[in-house]
Nanobody, 124 residues
Framework: VQLQASGGGLVQAGGSLRLSCAAS????????VGWFRQAPGKEREFVGAVRWNGNIYYADYAKGRFGISRDNAKNMVYLQMNSLKPEDTAVYSCAADRSLILSSLSVGAEYDYWGQGTQVTVSS
């Protein structure tokens, strides 16, 4: 499966962005899709994931501010980010895998497919 993240940009603190992850080339509804981010000089960090069954999981810092949704008919997954902070500045990427177990959702190395990221910059 091929993935492409889009929707990043420059936003002021407190603002919102919606990122999109477009998938092609696979039975998308069977895949778990995760969002990760990486800030300069920092390790890649789990943001959240939506499993094939629709269950959604978030990193603690994302709960209440970020929302993940998927549209299987369009082969799309979305990351709605609200109340953005300067520390949310990072490259955001989506990843997919068909056989992830629950305990591996936050482990980037467990995902087989990755898309190019999209830059999100939050100004103070």
């Amino acid at each position: 499966v091929q993935l492409q993240a889009s929707g990043g940009g420059l936003v002021q603190a407190g603002g919102s962005l919606r990122l999109s992850c477009a998938a092609s080339g696979g039975t998308f509804r069977m895949y778990t899709v995760g969002w990760f981010r990486q800030a300069p000089g920092k390790e890649r960090e789990f943001v959240g994931a939506v499993r094939w069954n629709g269950n959604i999981y978030y990193a603690d810092y994302a709960k209440g501010r970020f929302g993940i949704s998927r549209d299987n008919a369009k082969n799309m997954v979305y990351l709605q980010m609200n109340s953005l902070k300067p520390e949310d500045t990072a490259v955001y990427s989506c990843a997919a895998d068909r056989s992830l177990i629950l305990s591996s959702l936050s482990v980037g190395a467990e995902y087989d497919y990755w898309g190019q990221g999209t830059q999100v910059t939050v100004s103070s």
